[in-house]
C-alpha cells in the first residue's frame, strides 16, 4: 500500500537535492584547518551560509549554524543588547513554540505571556500595553504557526518594538521555505530555522541575526561561527541544509500553489459536516497547512486510524514527546474542549499530489460519519 504524508509541518521527506549534497560533503575535511583540505571544506560552509542568508535576505555573516531550530530558539534568548539598554524582561506570545516558551522560562529574566486573537493573531492592543514599561525587552513572536499556520504581523509588530527600543526575535521555522521572508523589512532582529522542515536532514538549523547585532556566545571552547557557537561544524548537515533551502527559496511561487488544494479539501470536509470548524480560517495562513475539528471525535483515535489506513498526519505539533495532548496554540485562541480534542492537522509539501488532499476526505469522512453513527446509537 502506498503511503500518503501530509505532515509536513513535523518534517519534510529529504529533497534530492539535501540528499546529493550530503553525499557530496561525505569526503570534506575540516573547515577549521588551514591546508588545502580544510579551506576547501570552509569554502564549502561560507557557500552554504550565503544560501541561508539569501532564503531570508539576510547578510551570510549573521548566519549561526546549529543543531536545529530548537537551538537557536534557545540561543536568541541570550540576545540582550537592546538599543534601550540591556534587556530585562522577555515578552512571548501565548502560542509560541515549546522550543522559545521553555527558553524563556529558564532563561531567569521575567516572562509576560501576550494573548492571542480567537484567529490566533497576537494581541496588539496588549503588547502595546506591555511596552508602556519602558523596561527594555526581548519581544517573541513566531513568523507563522505550526499547528495553525497562521501568519502574524510581524512587520506590524517590528514598528512597535523598535519604537520602544527593545529587540525582536522571530520563530521561523515553519515559515521558511513556505513564504517569502525578509528579516530586515520584517524588523527583526533575530530569526531562527531548522533544516528538517526544509527537506535537509535533521540536526541542522541557524540563528540568523541582523548586521551589528552583539550575539554572545552559546557554546564555548572553539573559534567557530564568529566565536558565537563553538564546535566543528556539522558540514555535512550543513550542505544539505543549504541545498534544502535553496530549493525552497526556487520553489517559493509553486508552494503558494498549495493553498488551493488546501481550500479544496476545507470545502470537501464541510461539505460532509457543516459543523467542522476549521482554527484560523479567517487570518492569513501558510499555504500548506490546514487545522481542523469535528465536534465529537478524538484525535488520537484519528490519528490512529488514518495511519492504519496509509495517511499520516498529527494532532498538533510534533514536538511533545509522541503525546498527542490538549494544544495550548488552541487554548490561547479560546478553543472548547471538546473541539480541540477533535483536532488534526494536514500539512502538504513539496512532493505532495493533488489526490493526497483527496484520500484524506474520503478516510476522515468515512472514519467520522462511522463515529456520528456510533454516538447516536
Known sequence: ???VYLDYNATAPLRPEARAAVIDGLQAGNPSSVHYEGRQAR??????RRQIAALCNAKPEGVIFTSGGTEACNMAMKLSAAPAGPVERILVSAIEHAAVLSAAAASHLPVEVLPVSADGQL?????DKALENPT???VCVMLANNETGVIQPVA???VRVKAHGSLLFCDAVQAAGKMPIDIAALGCDGVSLSGHKLGAPMGTGALIVRQGLVTPSHIVGGGQELGRRAGSENIIGILGF???AAASHAALASFAELAAWRDGMEKALRASFDDVVVFGAEAPRLANTSCFALSGLRSETLVMALDLAGISVSAGSACSSGKVSRSHVLDAMGVENDLSQAVLRVSFGWASQAEDAEKLVESWGHLAHKARELAAE
Open 1 to 3: 500500500m502506498s503511503r
Open 43 to 48: 569554502a564549502l560552509i561560507d557557500g552554504a
Open 123 to 127: 494581541d496588539l492592543a496588549a503588547l
Open 136 to 138: 527594555p525587552a526581548l
Open 156 to 158: 506590524e509588530i517590528s
Open 242 to 244: 543549504a541545498a534544502a
